[in-house]
């Protein structure tokens, strides 16, 4: 299974023997298991290998996409889109790479894969598209804890006030804080507040 980063790694690489010489033998494993996911991955590694802004590499790219299980693996298909939203952009074909790097950052954004966001974020501006937040409810962008935390303060908690009602540290409060300004793209308080003022369904999602 560390095939597919191996491959990655290599594709930038003018020699890379070693790459295809692991991908046939993945290749052979992922043919034997039928598992869509591993199939999915092997075509994401021949695009990878197959030249750049090629006609093969772009086959390669939607046959894995199409082969990626809908309701699994939702990272790695989130990697593919990032992947081939790369090789469109750097192909001169922006407008093709924007549609793949959005629904890239925003499968990352769900998951918490701040890293990988920030990635197709910056593949996003290089391919000309000027990228704010992420759109999407904050119930959608936050755990449950971050949840209640965020809501308590657009409510005009401080953190002493919601570390007392939550059983919690101060320290632990201001932490999760922080990664809520994070997720959201938030820098202050006030700018908290303003974002849960637009989003109908917090209280709803904080009382499940």
């Not at 809908?70 to 593919?80: K, L, S």
């Amino acid at each position: 299974m560390a095939t597919p980063y191996l491959v990655e790694a290599a594709a930038h690489l003018a020699h890379r023997p070693a790459a295809t010489a692991a991908l046939a033998v993945f290749d052979r494993w992922a043919s034997s298991t039928a598992s869509p996911l591993r199939r999915a991955l092997s075509a994401r590694c021949h695009a990878l290998l197959a030249p750049k802004g090629s006609g093969e590499a772009e086959r390669e790219f939607r046959t894995a996409l199409r082969l990626h299980p809908t309701e699994a693996g939702t990272f790695e298909r989130a990697r593919t889109e990032l992947l081939f939203g790369q090789e469109l952009r750097r192909s001169r074909r922006p407008r093709d790479a924007r549609e793949h790097l959005h629904r890239a950052r925003e499968t990352f954004t769900l998951l918490g894969a701040s890293r990988w966001a920030e990635q197709a974020t910056a593949e996003l501006r290089a391919a000309g598209e000027s990228v704010g937040p992420p759109d999407l409810p904050a119930a959608r962008l936050l755990t449950g804890q971050q949840l209640r935390i965020a809501q308590l303060v657009a409510e005009g908690a401080t953190n002493r006030e919601i570390a007392a009602r939550m059983f919690l540290s101060t320290r632990t409060v201001d932490h999760h804080l922080r990664n809520v300004f994070h997720r959201l793209g938030i820098r202050s308080r006030t700018e908290l507040v303003r974002a849960f003022a637009t989003d109908r369904h917090v209280g709803l999602a904080s009382d499940r």
